[in-house]
């Protein structure tokens, strides 16, 4: 079972940048699936972005599209989540997410198994 440990959250003012790290334990090159979550008190997980780790493609939420990027670093087993002119509505608590691939990758928390703790982002207006 792969272990994930997320990284890199913080404070930050509104149009501000962080950038996310997910460390895994094992990395998966073939049909798999890896995203970033975030979840907000009082309400749902919410899928941020994901990545087929074979192919590299990439889906996004609407409401992060232009501002957010998810990429990988597979030398390092690392997944990454550069957050671009954050909002105020951007803070939550952020986790890292992995499990096979099913027929393509979402963005849908349900379909991943394997999570990390999470990491908190904090944006202040």
């Known amino acids: 079972q792969v272990q994930l440990v997320e990284s890199g959250g913080g404070s930050v003012q509104a149009g501000g940048s962080l950038r996310l790290s997910c460390a895994a334990s094992?990395?998966?090159?073939?049909?798999?699936?890896m995203g970033w979550f975030r979840q907000a008190p009082g309400k749902e997980r919410e899928g941020v972005a994901a990545?087929?780790?074979?192919?590299?493609?990439?889906v996004y939420a609407d409401s992060v599209k232009g501002r957010f990027t998810i990429s990988q670093d597979k030398a390092k087993r690392t997944l990454l989540l550069q957050m671009k002119n954050l909002k105020p509505e951007d803070t939550a608590m952020y986790y890292c997410?992995?499990?096979?691939?099913?027929?393509?990758?979402?963005?849908?928390?349900?379909?991943?198994?394997?999570w990390g703790q999470g990491t908190q982002v904090t944006v202040s207006s």
């Open positions: 094992e990395y998966t090159y073939v049909n798999y699936c």
């Open positions: 990545i087929d780790t074979d192919s590299g493609s990439t």
């Open positions: 997410a992995a499990d096979w691939k099913r027929t393509f990758c979402t963005v849908v928390a349900g379909t991943y198994r394997f």
